[in-house]
């Protein structure tokens, strides 16, 4: 019997001790669940010895050597066996049946060559949530390649100016990392004592600083969000200029001008490095033949995108969208930067002819998707012909260990737990994982699960289920 009818066959207590309990975690947390923000929170602090020891710097003074990536991580998933479609059907049944995903639930589970798909159900598009990250990845990735970086540079404006132009490097910091701990590898502080380093030869005149962040254009709150995302601090607005995502220098809450911020904190850094700042930074035309006195370059596309990936960051992944916008159409709005998402997947060979996309991180609840259109993706990401796409892959958490993952598959069943890696993505209403999986006898399989009208009792239980249904994908021998 699944949970959905214990839960409901237990008496006036059984029923409502839930409903209460729910609600009382939600009264705290609801933004959380419902954007997908939790994980990326616990995915920005300082390493847990507990859940990331290897993230942990080791004590001083002890010399080992440094750690490479193993190779396997890399490689494509084995494309051998094939799926039964009654096997897959009799590992995750019961599981569809459940009551808590509510009346709209979409799944889909394929080889990665294997067409038709060995589980196909529902018919509609689906509300996809953050899996929409997938899409707006994979995009970037073939518009830029792994290797792009971003930049953030000063240079000289005016007499007695100098002007930070941002690049839109979406892990741009206030101040160097107190650990190696990624993503922290440009800053403004670093970039202030270069920009004082190359202004030294012209004596101890005082210095005006301005900013140009218009490398984006089009509102920078996106009109297909809720009205209360900016100002209830559940997103940043998007610019190609900030320090920290936007975020406030205390940690809490988002600044109403991040491009403002971002200067602010370069020209106290300025101070720091010994340059007399007068005035207020204000917005400048940088023009394109400057001088550049200083640059801060960002981590690989291919690291910023398992980020994005593995804690479901939306302020990052809606700054992707516009940089694929301004490689494949010279835009950079965020409605030039979805349109070119479909159109390079669309290039790349993915199903998108239902697809209704608003945003790079899912946050509208606009957006459909087909599960068809999720697992595309994720077979291409798998190719050997597209190393460049593997990203998407590496990103993916893993269940029970990584990412937007850690603290989750804690019930599922413990012989697929490791064997699956997804996608995660929460709104209210809608709980969805689409990632890949390999069962017993070592069949690597693909799949996209969505359930887009989930009681708000039921948010918790509906998103065990799907970690159940995706672990029992791991934990049979679902090969012919």
């Given amino acids: 019997m699944v949970r959905g009818d214990r839960r409901h066959g237990t008496g006036a207590f059984g029923r409502w001790f839930p409903v209460i309990l729910v609600l009382a975690i939600l009264a705290g947390a609801l933004a959380a669940y419902r954007f997908d ?52 059907r009799r590992a995750v049944d019961r599981f569809l049946r459940d009551r808590d995903l509510g009346k709209s ?98 004596g101890p005149g005082k210095i005006r600083v301005g900013y140009d962040d218009s490398l984006f254009s089009g509102p920078a709150e996106n009109p297909h969000w809720r009205n209360d995302y900016v100002p209830d601090g559940v997103v940043s607005p998007i610019t190609a200029l900030w320090v920290d995502e936007g975020r406030d220098a205390s940690g809490f809450g988002r600044v109403a001008d991040p491009s403002a911020e971002a200067a602010s904190e370069f020209a106290r850094a300025l101070e720091r490095a010994g340059v007399k700042v007068v005035g207020r930074p204000a917005p400048e035309d940088a023009g394109a033949d400057a001088k550049v006195l200083a640059r801060a370059t960002g981590v690989p596309l291919g690291q910023v995108v398992e980020q994005v990936l593995a804690v479901s960051d939306n302020e990052a992944a809606e700054v992707l969208t516009r940089h694929v916008g301004l490689a494949v159409a010279g835009k950079g709005s965020s409605a030039a930067g979805t349109d070119a998402v479909l159109a390079t997947l669309r290039q790349l060979g993915v199903r998108t002819a239902n697809a209704k996309v608003y945003d790079g991180s899912g946050l509208s609840r606009e957006n459909r998707i087909d599960p ?29 260990f990584t990412g937007s993952l850690t603290f989750r598959f804690d019930n599922a069943p413990e012989p697929g737990r490791g064997r699956v890696r997804a996608k995660t993505g ?15 006898d070592g069949v690597p399989m693909v799949f996209a699960l969505v359930a887009d009208r989930v009681k708000l009792r039921d948010t918790l239980e509906a998103q065990q289920t799907l970690d159940d249904l995706a672990a029992a994908l791991g934990a049979c021998h679902c090969s012919s």
């Fill in 37 to 88: 923000l939790g994980p990326r929170w616990f995915g920005t602090g300082e390493p847990d010895p507990d859940t990331e020891p290897a993230a942990v710097e080791p004590p001083s003074g002890l010399d080992l050597p440094a750690l490479t990536r193993p190779a396997a991580v890399a490689d494509p998933l084995p494309g051998g066996g094939t799926l039964s479609r009654q096997k897959v």
């Fill in 105 to 202: 639930v979409h799944a889909v589970v394929a080889g990665l060559a294997q067409r038709p798909p060995a589980l196909s159900v529902g018919a509609d598009p689906a509300k996809p949530a953050s899996t929409t990250k997938l899409l707006t990845a994979t995009a970037a990735l073939e518009a830029l390649g792994p290797d792009h970086v971003f930049e953030t540079t000063v240079v000289r404006g005016g007499p007695g100016r100098v002007v930070l132009v941002g690049g839109g490097d979406p892990f741009l910091e206030r101040r160097p990392a107190s650990s190696e701990t990624w993503p922290r590898e440009a800053d403004v502080a670093t970039l202030a004592r270069r920009t004082a380093a190359a202004l030294k030869d012209r």
């Fill in 372 to 400: 068809d259109t999720l697992v595309d993706v994720l077979r291409l990401a798998s190719s050997a012909d597209q190393p460049d796409l593997r990203s998407v892959l590496t990103g993916l958490p893993v269940a029970g």
């Fill in 426 to 440: 929460t709104l209210t209403g809608v709980s969805a994982l689409a990632g890949v999986a390999t069962d017993l």
